[in-house]
């Protein structure tokens, strides 16, 4: 992987030009939070000392909350427009926990059945990351999850180290961005090899809030389906899909058709859905299969940490916090984790 350097004054400079040249997204301040927004200089952006994730992910930009994917008009000869335009756009100074968002987004949308409206939108989409040096706040659990360390899903990643960044080139798009707004500096080895000891040592300064081994939930979550804690979470649960919209890594979507009143021409229409909303299971004949909120609230730690991972690896969650901290109720999912973790470590006691 080949590393560039830019000292801060560089980094600004090239913020600067790439704002100019190209349509660029980055972390903003909003009142007392942050927001992903369009910039034209770099003294818009967000302090990287005081940022912590956006109020909304990458995703509303990749995966639109309402969009257009086919227009249609009916008769003896149909027509279906597919509406997949795409303007290019960069994500700049996405965080890691972001940057294995957007990774697994791909992941979801491309690599079984590819989405051709996500995978058109992707292909325009630059993504320039910026590493964190410390944990947001007291609701991130990104090491806990494997969502701190980043080895690609950039085409560009940047750590600031001190008077300069160490520059980490993922793609030859990224190289040509580079290149093209900045004037960066070959890497000599020893500022690659202190770089390296930084990001190894960097997993001991953040929390770890996991009481067990994370490659063990979804075995914890197979002998966790009937816990009592789903009902208890059911109870308090406002099934308001707060932590579904706020969440990077949450696909579901519903599909609709619009037509007009000349019935003849309409559109195709897609949405965000939410495995915690009272309808999500609702089927043509009426049955709904997670009726319960105690259902719902543990259909997602599932899809997060059981389905997912057994067929990718890993959970498809990347410890942002978002959902903590836009939850009314406090539900928290690495607190849940640990609950679960207590009641197995005290069943497995008593069965001695």
């Known amino acids: 992987m080949p590393y560039k350097v830019l000292d801060k004054q560089s980094y600004k400079s090239f913020v600067a030009n790439l704002a100019a040249g190209e349509p660029v997204i980055a972390p903003v301040p909003k009142e007392n939070r942050f927001a992903l927004s369009r910039i034209t200089k770099p003294d818009q952006l967000a302090d990287?000392?005081?940022?912590?994730?956006?109020?909304l992910p990458h995703k509303k930009?990749?995966?639109?909350?309402?969009?257009?994917?086919?227009?249609?008009?009916?008769?003896?000869?149909?027509?279906?427009?597919?509406?997949?335009?795409?303007?290019?756009?960069?994500f700049l100074e996405v965080r890691p926990c972001d940057i294995n968002g957007i990774r697994q987004l791909d992941m979801f949308f491309l690599d079984d059945i590819k989405d051709e409206h996500y995978a058109r939108r992707r292909e325009a989409i630059s993504v320039i990351g910026l590493d964190c040096s410390e944990h947001c706040d007291e609701h991130c659990f990104c090491e806990s999850?494997?969502?701190?360390?980043?080895?690609k899903g950039y085409d560009l990643f940047f750590s600031d180290q001190g008077k300069y960044y160490i520059v980490s080139i993922g793609t030859q798009k990224g190289a040509d961005l580079l290149e093209k707004y900045a004037l960066p500096q070959e890497?000599?080895?020893?500022?690659?090899?202190?770089?390296?000891?930084?990001?190894?040592?960097?997993?001991?300064?953040?929390?770890?809030?996991?009481?067990?081994?994370?490659?063990?939930i979804p075995l914890l979550l197979t002998g966790s389906y009937d816990s009592p804690l789903w009902a208890e979470l059911g109870k308090i649960d406002l099934a308001c899909g707060a932590c579904n919209v706020t969440c990077p890594t949450c696909s579901c979507f519903d599909v609709l058709d619009k037509m007009e009143l000349d019935l003849?021409?309409?559109?195709?229409?897609?949405?965000?859905?939410?495995?915690?909303?009272?309808?999500?299971?609702?089927?043509?004949?009426?049955?709904n299969f997670r009726t319960e909120r105690a259902q719902r609230v543990r259909h997602r730690i599932y899809r997060k940490f059981k389905y997912q991972m057994q067929k990718h690896g890993e959970p498809f969650?990347?410890?942002?916090?978002r959902c903590i901290r836009s939850?009314?109720?406090?539900?928290?999912?690495?607190?849940i984790l640990n609950r679960l973790f207590e009641e197995a470590e005290k069943t497995n006691r008593g069965g001695q």
Request: aromatic fraction near 8%; hydrophobic fraction near 40%; proline fraction near 7%.
């Open 317 to 321: 969650c990347v410890g942002c916090g």
């Open 327 to 335: 939850c009314l109720v406090g539900i928290n999912p690495y607190e």
């Open 48 to 55: 990287p000392e005081a940022y912590i994730p956006t109020l």
């Open 61 to 90: 930009r990749l995966f639109p909350a309402k969009e257009n994917i086919v227009k249609f008009k009916l008769g003896t000869q149909p027509e279906l427009t597919p509406q997949l335009e795409a303007a290019p756009l960069v």
């Open 145 to 151: 999850v494997g969502g701190l360390g980043v080895d």
């Open 187 to 216: 890497a000599s080895e020893e500022l690659i090899a202190a770089y390296k000891r930084v990001q190894a040592q960097k997993l001991s300064q953040f929390p770890r809030r996991l009481k067990g081994d994370l490659y063990s």
């Open 264 to 287: 003849v021409s309409g559109e195709r229409l897609r949405r965000w859905d939410g495995c915690m909303l009272q309808d999500f299971a609702l089927v043509a004949s009426g049955e």
